[in-house]
Antibody, heavy 125, light 106 residues
C-alpha cells in the first residue's frame, strides 16, 4: 500500500539547522509532485513547500522562503527538507504528502493524498 | 492571497447531519478538498474536487459547492466522525488551508 514515513525531527536551538526525510513506498515516486505541510501545536495546517516529479520546479511559503530547501532523490524514493536559520515559530509537526495535480492549460489544482505520520520539530533554547 | 474561512466548531448528535462550511473568494474558480484529522493522527482526504469521495471513505461523507462557499456534509454522524476537518484550495502562489472546524458528536 502507499506509505510515507518521515524522520529527522527533534529539538534544535534557534538559528540551528535540521534535515527532514520522507521515505515513500507503494507507488511510483518519480511520477508525482511531493509536498511538506506543517502543523504547529494546537494549530491548523500550513503548506510549506512542493517539488515537481523531476525536481524542475519548487515553491515555498513566504514564511520559509530563503531558509528551507526541498529536494528529492527518485532513485532512493526519498523526499527531503533542509531547514536552516530555524525560529521558534517553526516548531511544528512536519508532514510529507503526495501532491496530486490536475492541469488544464493555465489552470491547475492540487490536493494531498496520502500523508505521512509526521515528525515533530521543536525549536527552543 | 485570499483566505479560506471555516467555523471553529460544529456540534451534532449521533445520527444527525453535520454541515461544515468553507468560504473563500476564489472557490468559484478553484476546487476544494476536505481532510479529516483525529487527535494524534495525520490528516486523511475525505472529499476531493468539491464532491468526489476517495475509495474507502464512507458514503455518509459528501461535498457540495455553491458560489464562494463549499460544504462538507456528514449524514448519519457517528461517534467515530468526531475530529477536526480542514478545507483546502489553491491560489496563484500555492496551497491554502482553512483554519479547521472541530466536529463534536454530543
Amino acid at each position: 500500500q502507499v506509505q510515507l514515513v518521515e524522520s529527522g525531527g527533534g529539538l534544535v536551538k534557534p538559528g540551528g539547522s535540521l534535515r527532514l526525510s520522507c521515505a515513500a513506498s507503494g507507488f511510483t515516486f518519480s511520477d508525482y509532485y511531493m509536498s511538506w505541510i506543517r502543523q504547529a501545536p494546537g494549530k491548523g495546517l500550513e503548506w510549506v513547500s512542493y517539488i515537481s516529479s523531476s525536481s524542475s520546479y519548487t515553491n515555498y511559503a513566504d514564511s520559509v522562503k530563503g531558509r528551507f530547501t526541498i529536494s528529492r532523490d527518485n532513485a532512493k524514493n526519498s523526499l527531503y527538507l533542509q531547514m536552516n536559520s530555524l525560529r521558534a515559530e517553526d516548531t511544528a509537526v512536519y508532514y510529507c504528502a503526495r501532491d496530486l495535480r490536475f492541469r488544464i492549460q493555465l489552470w491547475s489544482t492540487n490536493w494531498f493524498d496520502p500523508w505521512g505520520q509526521g515528525t515533530l520539530v521543536t525549536v527552543s533554547s | 492571497s485570499y483566505e479560506l474561512t471555516q467555523p471553529p466548531s460544529v456540534s451534532v448528535s449521533p445520527g444527525q447531519t453535520a454541515r461544515i462550511t468553507c468560504s473563500g473568494d476564489a472557490l468559484p474558480k478553484q476546487y476544494a478538498y476536505w481532510y479529516q484529522q483525529k487527535p494524534g493522527q495525520a490528516p486523511v482526504l475525505v472529499i476531493y474536487k468539491d464532491s468526489e469521495r476517495p475509495s474507502g471513505i464512507p458514503e455518509r461523507f459528501s461535498g457540495s459547492s455553491s458560489g464562494t462557499t463549499v460544504t462538507l456534509t456528514i449524514s448519519g454522524v457517528q461517534a467515530e466522525d468526531e475530529a477536526d476537518y480542514y478545507c483546502q484550495s489553491a491560489d496563484s502562489s500555492g496551497t491554502l488551508f482553512g483554519g479547521g472546524t472541530k466536529l463534536t458528536v454530543l
